[in-house]
């Protein structure tokens, strides 16, 4: 992804904890499934999300899913502008977040779970893309 003078990238680490959330639906064992939801060594499978944002920190309140390769943006007004307090990133993917519409602006690129985005990126979003490579 280029970028133009005006435009700062950060990048988020990298080091991530396994989280896992296992469906309790009892099922033929040959059906049964667990969705990861972490950038480690467990199952993943692509029937999740790519890209998750979340309005408060540790992945509560509301949620916007996105598909692999997918962006948004919104406008002022709309309620996902300015709210997003955590991410969920699937391995094999980026979400590369803006301050402004129409992806301007300074940006983040996160490949990984972040509980919460704190200091210069809690409630700054205004646009996002998911790209994933090899999900």
Excluded: K
């Amino acid at each position: 992804m280029a970028n133009g003078p005006d435009r700062a990238i950060q990048r988020w680490g990298t080091a991530v904890e396994t989280e896992e959330i296992r469906d309790e639906t009892p099922c033929h064992p040959d059906s049964c499934r667990v969705r990861a939801f972490a950038d480690g060594a467990s199952a993943q499978y692509n029937d999740q999300p790519a890209c998750v944002m979340f309005e408060h920190a540790n992945f509560r309140g509301r949620s916007i899913e996105m598909a692999p390769n997918d962006s948004v943006s919104f406008r002022g007004g709309q309620f996902w502008n300015d709210r997003v307090s955590s991410v969920f990133v699937s391995r094999g993917c980026t979400l590369i977040a803006y301050e402004d519409t129409r992806m301007g602006g300074s940006s983040i690129e996160i490949s990984r779970r972040a509980r919460y985005l704190g200091g210069d990126w809690n409630d700054q979003i205004s646009s996002a893309e998911c790209v994933c490579d090899g999900y």
